[in-house]
């Protein structure tokens, strides 16, 4: 969970094209926008999403592992983010309802949708995608951690 907080405050950090304390891992691409304000919504992976990845992290860490429940791993997101205002752990539904309410209230703002997904995820999605649409089509932006 904290790795996770850190992604989000380091793809934060980029996308404001602020300072990090940290070594950079990625350089900022110069094509990149500096926005303005960053959001930050963490939505959990159902507990067979989180057991179908154990078999694989076990053989990796030579040790059998057991998975934390949904409930468990709220309320562990609830406490790393408890301290940042724009970081908020949330459901998919409920962000995509706050960002229309966004958009009303501020109609002379654009806001845009960057996914902050673990490398598994990215290349899981960036497969399908491909593989529906082709080479040509644009991808969605993705940062990955």
């Known amino acids: 969970t904290i790795a996770h907080v850190t992604a989000f405050e380091e793809a934060r950090k980029m996308l404001l094209d602020l300072p990090s304390a940290l070594p950079a891992l990625a350089e900022r691409p ?3 926008p500096r926005y303005s304000a960053v959001l930050g919504f963490l939505f959990l992976s159902s507990d067979s999403d989180v057991e179908s990845k154990l078999p694989l992290l076990a053989e990796a860490n030579s ?3 057991c998975p934390l ?3 468990e791993r ?3 997101v609830r406490c790393a983010t408890e301290e940042f205002s724009w970081l908020s752990h949330t459901s998919v539904t409920h962000c995509k309802q706050l960002v229309r309410s966004l958009e009303g209230h501020f109609p002379d703002r654009r806001f845009e949708q960057i996914d902050l997904q673990g490398s598994d995820i990215a290349m899981a999605t960036l497969t399908k995608i ?3 649409r082709g080479n040509a089509s644009p991808c969605p932006r993705l940062l990955i951690a």
């Open 30 to 32: 110069p094509e990149l």
């Open 63 to 65: 040790r059998a592992l």
């Open 69 to 71: 429940r949904v409930a």
């Open 74 to 76: 709220d309320l562990l």
């Open 130 to 132: 491909m593989s529906v």
